[in-house]
């Protein structure tokens, strides 16, 4: 069983959603973070004064998936997430060793 974390920026959401769910992936996980990469941050003007943004709004989603599948998944979030734009994000595979879904009991890949 794979873990793949994606950060992706807020707006492609919905296509990276709608991909996943041709590849038949029934859930995820998605939390608002900030952050920044190569992008750094950048200035605005409020009211006059100039400010620096350091931090950029992301999207992170967690998918757990079986090991198989890992690597088309991670294709459907990068093809969905690209814009060509810097700060398109990136892709994370992490080993699982353990899944439990907690109102069954079920394990590993009966538990996703």
């Known amino acids: 069983m794979k ?4 950060i ?6 919905d296509v ?15 939390g608002e973070v900030t952050g920044f990469g190569r992008q750094r941050g950048h ?3 409020y009211r006059g004064a100039e400010y ?5 709004p992301k999207l992170k989603l967690e998918i757990a998936v079986p090991s198989e599948k890992a690597e088309a998944v991670a294709d459907a ?14 892709i994370f595979i992490y ?9 069954t009991g079920e394990l590993d890949e009966n538990a996703l």
């Open 52 to 56: 620096q943004i350091d931090f950029q």
């Open 16 to 30: 990276v959603r709608d991909a996943l769910n041709t590849l038949g992936i029934e859930g995820m996980t998605i």
């Open 43 to 45: 200035t605005e003007i």
């Open 77 to 90: 979030v990068e093809q969905a997430a690209r814009t060509g734009a810097i700060g398109d994000g990136k």
């Open 8 to 13: 992706i920026k807020p707006f492609r959401l």
């Open 3 to 6: 873990l793949i974390v994606a």
């Open 95 to 103: 080993d699982l060793e353990r899944v439990v879904r907690v109102r």
